[in-house]
């Protein structure tokens, strides 16, 4: 490791690299310093109290020759070396218990005496000679005998000898040895019987000279070896009757994995064959015999020299089998099939299966996307082919098939060819519209088929119902024209639905009309209709318009309103008998921007006549029908409103439907429609500003609910702009019964939420004191306001609007820009402008202002990205969840909507959005979201959507 030091007030630093060395301190390894002459028989001074597998390390810090190093098992010796002058050496003493993985270290000084210096005799003046100073023997092996000789030295001299065993297994070590005699020195190694593995023995032999006082000594090193276990591994033969000879198989392995010279040994030798005494002797078929199948088993041992045989002999049976015949398989190819045609059995034939014996299948693909070929569970049958439901194109598998079975000769194999073709998309082109009148002869009605892949098909044909028709079974069926009939026009609609082998039915509409032109009232009267529309109204309530006046009552917003008209003028005298069919349906349009599936709502229209073309004045009709006598150019009007229930919608969107009215005459009935129109909004919230609080509340028509104290209303609660969309207007009502003076101005600003500063959270929406111009342009210098000065008498309701005009800054389409509309409402006792403002002798009323942000969005042909952090969830007393999320834009501000998705999709709740940089909103939830939630952006204007985030829910 390396250690830095600092100088705080110099910057200065110095490093160090510091080795550190961990270790156990528990006292179960003792060593002690000693003092040893140089040629003095050394056991080092250590002694340990750890029963189990130990591994010594000796690691001397300085180098001098004939010094034990490295690892041992025991705790080694050494004769001292010869030194220059006395000698001090520290020596490291490590011990590592292998079974615990720990490690014991300790550090003794061992000092070498120079004998020379303190006039010693050399112990160095005799040598020993034992013969080999190492010798190898297997477990179990002969005696090896040790004679030991002093060469050099005194003849008359008498020697003592030393005999020592190393390891801490020294006692067992030092009872193999048999000492025969010690003048001269005999020994008799004894080898043992067995060893669990291979073990190294370690004998020290010393002499001593009682004449001269030195001594010396040699090591011998025995290596014993544990004998290799042999292992027998044969493999079971299978053959036929009346094969020629065939031969066994028997491997021998042993653990040291070296070859051996083995020999064998076969129980029984019956039908064998060669050399017995190898692993692969033959064995001598049978011509014949009467039974399906006979085993014939041997009994296969091995031995070798110093090796250990097997405790008991491997088995190697011989099964030869009776041929009852040879089987033949032979299948239809090439196959074709079609896509979804469902799973398919290939036709396939066996032959030369007399007797059942449990037949196999080999299904083996060559090529092809995946394996969908799987066995029949009648295995006599052709396998079954999983034909997939649909494919992209053509795909072709190719498969290699054969049988075996018990008792048989196995099948050649064969090749089988599958093709899944891809089903022809058929087309159905019919006259979707016949006209014919009634005398007519029968008419022909025209449809015809075809297929993408122009293949000659056998179609089918199908009329639905099949009235009047005749050929039906065809594409070009003759219509029965009638040749009288009461109505003016009467419809006939069929459904013709066409199929063929191998692709899915086409359905096609045809209507006939059929028309009886001398009794059509087009000849005595015109009738044209004016659509019904309600306008624009919240979710919720009810919508009533009266056909009338064409007044409407609910939660009704901006927008075109009035009531649908049928205006009937006569070219000829007749009495015409009206009658209106209830209720109407009215559906969501296709493509509304929630993307949800249509519903429904019921209009149940009311009515009401009037005689006269030139005045709305009506009078509404409780009845359904209603008879009028018109003479020539007489004009009547029918003027239509009604009642829709808004609770049973679903979303937000446009509504269309019509109103049905019979109109008959002359014993003719004809069907007319009038066109209704109802757009649903989302409820709106107003900013309600008084001299006590601000508030947002749900959008009432005033004057139904005055309010005594000074209150304005403002809608909508910001202003987004875009390169399509550059004007807007604001809606100001007064609910109050107090006449206002309101007043616009525009400035240069934004709002936006700040991240936490200081450790303290600031409000959800901090206004900027100072906007960053780099950022962000000033939109109020090319905005202008119509009026910018209102005048609201109690109940009233009137319009701002704001225009972008004049030359356009060269940064508009690459930069947002934003800005304030500052609105202020003064109480005035008149409502007039030549008038000042009088005070009033409560405190209701006040000035009382509020700003609205306003913000240009330029183009993108990308969606934008948002960013989203979850900060808070908490229950609600009153039940619900309340979530905080802070949202981010790392470009392009955004404006809309944000809806809260729980985990299954399900709409948990949705609030207005808008994120110049970043934004903090609170929504409330319907229910528990789950581990997760998935925001969804609805922009404001028609814009790309920025994709959808999902964000795990753990607080």
């Known amino acids: 490791m390396k250690l830095i030091a600092l100088d705080m007030q110099t910057g200065i630093t110095a490093t160090q690299d510091v080795e550190l ?75 590592v218990e292998t079974s615990a993985k720990r490690l014991t270290e300790r550090q003794l000084e061992i000092s070498v005496i120079d004998v020379s210096d303190h006039e010693v005799s050399s112990p160095m003046d005799f040598t020993i000679d034992c013969g080999p100073e190492s010798y190898e023997v297997y477990e179990g092996g002969d005696a090896i005998p040790i004679n030991c000789t002093i060469i050099g030295g005194q003849e008359t001299d008498n020697y003592t000898w030393t005999v020592q065993a190393e390891g801490e297994d020294s006692d067992r070590l030092f009872g193999l040895l048999d000492i025969v005699s010690l003048t001269p020195l005999e020994i008799v190694y004894l080898t043992p019987e067995s060893v669990e593995s291979d073990e190294i023995h370690i004998y020290l032999i010393g002499a001593t000279s009682a004449q001269l006082g030195s001594s010396n000594q040699v090591k011998i090193q025995i290596n014993v070896l544990e004998r290799p276990d042999i292992s027998i591994a044969c493999e079971n033969v299978l053959a036929y009757v009346g094969d020629p000879p065939i031969q066994l198989s028997c491997m021998a392995t042993n653990d040291e994995r070296v070859d051996r010279d083995y020999t064998w040994v076969w129980d029984p030798m019956d039908r064998l064959l060669g050399d017995l005494s190898s692993g692969t002797p033959m064995f001598d078929v049978p011509d014949d015999q009467t039974e399906l199948s006979v085993d014939y088993r041997y009994e296969v041992s091995v031995t070798a020299p110093n090796a250990d045989s097997p405790t008991t002999p491997e088995e190697l049976i011989v099964t030869v089998e009776r041929i009852l015949g040879t089987l033949a398989l032979s299948c239809t190819t090439p196959v074709i099939v079609y896509e979804g045609s469902g799973d398919l059995e290939l036709d396939c034939m066996i032959e030369g299966l007399q007797i059942d014996t449990g037949l196999i299948w080999d299904l083996q693909l060559i090529s092809g996307p995946s394996d969908l070929l799987s066995v029949n569970p009648n295995s006599m049958r052709g396998p079954i082919f999983a034909v997939p439901e649909s494919v992209t194109q053509d795909q072709t598998f190719e498969y290699e098939l054969g049988v075996r079975a018990p008792y048989y000769r196995d099948s050649d194999p064969v090749q089988v060819t599958i093709t899944v073709l891809k089903k022809p998309i058929l087309s159905l082109n019919c006259e979707n519209e016949v006209n014919v009148e009634i005398g007519d002869p029968p008419r022909r009605i025209m449809c015809e088929a075809s297929n993408d892949r122009d293949l000659d098909l056998e179609y089918a044909w199908l009329w639905n119902p099949d009235t009047r028709l005749s050929d039906a079974n065809t594409g070009t069926p003759l219509f029965d024209v009638p040749q009288e009939q009461r109505a003016a026009s009467e419809h006939y609609d069929y459904e013709v639905i066409v199929s063929a082998p191998n692709a899915d039915p086409v359905t096609a509409s045809v209507r006939v009309t059929v028309i009886a032109p001398e009794a059509f009232p087009v000849y005595q009267l015109d009738v044209n209709p004016v659509a019904l529309n309600f306008g624009k109204f919240g979710s919720t309530g009810v919508a009533r318009l009266d056909p009338a006046s064409s007044n409407t009552d609910g939660v009704s917003h901006e927008g075109p309103k009035h009531a649908g008209r049928l205006v009937l003028t006569a070219r000829d005298s007749l009495v015409l008998n009206v009658e209106i069919f209830k209720p109407a349906i009215l559906r969501y349009e296709d493509g509304d921007r ?38 020539n150019g007489d004009c009547r009007q029918l003027l239509f409103g009604g009642e829709v229930n808004l609770d049973e919608a679903e979303h937000p969107g446009k509504c269309t439907g019509e109103i049905s009215v019979m109109l008959s005459a002359n014993g003719v009935d004809v069907t007319h429609t009038v066109p209704v129109s109802l757009t649903l909004e989302r409820a709106r919230r107003v900013l309600d500003l008084g001299p006590r609080s601000a508030r947002f509340g749900p959008d009432i028509d005033p004057p139904a609910s005055l309010e005594f104290d000074q209150s304005i209303r403002v809608y909508p609660l910001k202003a987004v702009l875009n390169p399509n969309q550059t004007a807007g207007t604001f809606q100001v009502t007064n609910p109050s019964i107090i006449p206002l003076e309101v007043a616009v101005t525009t400035s240069f600003g934004y709002l936006e939420s700040q991240a936490m500063q200081g450790g303290r959270r600031p ?14 342009g000033d939109l109020s210098s090319i905005v202008q306001l119509y009026p910018s000065v209102l005048y609201l008498m109690p109940g009233e309701r009137k319009e701002v609007r704001y225009v972008m005009e004049g030359a356009r800054p060269p940064q508009l389409d690459k930069l947002a820009y934003t800005m304030f509309f500052d609105v202020s409402a003064t109480p005035r006792q008149f409502a007039r402008q030549d008038q000042l403002p009088s005070p009033r002798p409560n405190n209701r009323t006040a000035i009382v202002s509020t700003r609205i942000p306003g913000i240009y969005i330029p183009e993108t042909s990308i969606s934008q990205t948002l960013e989203a952090v979850l900060e808070s969830i908490s229950n609600m007393p009153g039940g619900g969840v309340n979530i905080t999320l802070l949202i981010e834009t790392p470009a392009i501000p955004f404006a809309g909507q944000v809806v809260i998705l729980g985990e299954n999709g399900q709409n948990l709740g949705q609030t207005d959005l808008l994120v110049y940089t970043r934004s903090r909103v609170t929504a409330q939830l319907s229910a528990s979201p789950g581990e997760f939630i998935t925001l969804k952006f609805i922009p404001e204007l028609d814009t790309l959507a920025p994709p959808s985030i999902q964000i795990p829910v753990d607080l």
């Open 21 to 95: 060395h961990i270790t156990n301190e528990r006292p179960d390894l003792e060593c002690k310093d000693i003092n040893v002459q140089e040629g003095e028989f050394v056991r080092f001074p250590c002694q340990v109290q750890v029963q189990g597998p130990l591994q010594f390390q000796i690691i001397p810090q300085s180098y001098i020759d004939g010094l034990p190093s490295g690892l041992y098992d025991h705790v080694p010796s050494f004769v001292a070396p010869e030194v220059w002058g006395d000698t001090t050496v520290a020596i490291i003493v490590r011990v």
């Open 594 to 631: 929630f993307e949800r599936e249509s519903g429904s709502l019921t209009l149940y229209p009311s009515w009401s006549y009037t005689e006269s073309c030139a005045t709305l004045a009506a009078e509404t009709q409780e009845a359904t029908s209603l008879t009028i006598v018109m003479d």
């Open 763 to 776: 409000a959800l929406t901090d206004m900027v004191d100072q906007p960053d111009t780099s950022r962000f």
